[in-house]
């Protein structure tokens, strides 16, 4: 699949719907549906979703259709343990590096959450969450961790969409918890942006061990 190809573009915003949580594990996706949605041919869609079916995202079923596969508990355990391995260790090379542009891309990042969060948008809040890990793993520079930590398609598995009161505390935490790791990389503090990340991932596989 070309990357400059419409069924590349259709794969690249299914894509972000599923590991967003936009897209959650046992949700039908229509074809018709997806290419009025993104002007384009049944052709590209079906191409689209074999790629994502290839990737292990989405799974078709025994009477056709097209579904996205849902997490089992050892997927999240899985996935806890990939995220710790790759994420710190990005972490790491970023205290080694002092790069401060980067410091302000990840505060932005936390802006937009917030306000995403305060508009109650919560898709793009989940998309800027999926952003603030991303650039943590962009920002090393190494090109093969940055492809390494894409090819896994780790999902956002922490985040429930919806405006409930435990929701809402769930989104208050990942902000505070994303601007506490960004202000221990300002300051320094390895020890703080450490225990944070940890902390971070060690709630988003309990509340996704809930939702399983």
Same mark, same amino acid.
Not at 19 to 27: D, F, I, R, W
Not at 47 to 55: D, N, Q, S, T, V
Not at 76 to 97: Q, T
């Given at each position: *699949?070309?990357?400059?190809?419409?069924?590349?573009?259709?794969?690249?915003?299914?894509?972000? %719907?599923? #590991?967003?949580?936009? #897209?959650?594990?046992?949700? $039908? #996706?229509?074809?018709? /549906?997806?290419?009025?949605?993104?002007?384009?041919? $049944?052709?590209?869609? $079906?191409?689209? @979703?074999?790629?994502?079916?290839?990737?292990?995202?989405?799974? @078709?079923?025994? %009477?056709?259709?097209?579904?996205?596969?849902?997490?089992?508990?050892?997927?999240?355990?899985?996935?806890?343990?990939?995220?710790?391995?790759?994420?710190? !260790?990005?972490? %790491?090379? #970023?205290?080694?590096?002092? /790069?401060?542009?980067?410091?302000?891309?990840?505060?932005?990042?936390?802006?937009?959450? /917030?306000?995403?969060?305060?508009?109650?948008?919560?898709? !793009?809040?989940?998309?800027?969450?999926?952003? @603030?890990?991303?650039?943590?793993?962009?920002?090393?520079?190494?090109?093969?961790?940055?492809?390494?930590? /894409?090819?896994?398609?780790?999902?956002?598995?922490?985040?429930?969409?919806?405006? *409930?009161?435990?929701?809402?505390?769930?989104?208050?935490?990942?902000?505070?918890?994303?601007?506490?790791?960004?202000?221990?990389? %300002?300051?320094?503090?390895?020890?703080?942006?450490?225990?944070?990340?940890?902390?971070?991932?060690?709630?988003?596989?309990?509340?996704?061990?809930? *939702?399983?």
């Amino acid at each position: *699949m070309k990357e400059d190809s419409l069924a590349y573009k259709v794969y690249l915003e299914v894509r972000k %719907k599923i #590991l967003s949580n936009q #897209l959650v594990g046992g949700v $039908r #996706l229509v074809e018709s /549906n997806w290419a009025a949605k993104l002007n384009a041919s $049944r052709v590209a869609v $079906r191409e689209a @979703f074999m790629r994502l079916a290839g990737e292990n995202l989405v799974e @078709f079923g025994e %009477k056709g259709g097209c579904f996205v596969k849902r997490m089992t508990l050892k997927d999240v355990k899985d996935i806890r343990e990939l995220r710790e391995l790759l994420e710190v !260790g990005a972490l %790491k090379i #970023l205290f080694s590096k002092k /790069n401060e542009a980067l410091i302000k891309e990840l505060e932005l990042i936390c802006d937009d959450f /917030n306000a995403m969060v305060s508009k109650e948008y919560y898709g !793009g809040a989940c998309e800027a969450d999926i952003k @603030f890990h991303e650039k943590i793993i962009e920002g090393t520079g190494n090109s093969r961790l940055i492809a390494m930590y /894409n090819n896994s398609n780790i999902p956002l598995f922490h985040m429930k969409l919806g405006t *409930m009161i435990r929701q809402m505390e769930d989104y208050q935490d990942t902000g505070k918890e994303h601007r506490e790791i960004v202000n221990a990389l %300002k300051q320094d503090d390895w020890q703080k942006a450490y225990d944070t990340l940890v902390k971070h991932l060690d709630r988003g596989e309990h509340e996704a061990l809930e *939702m399983v």
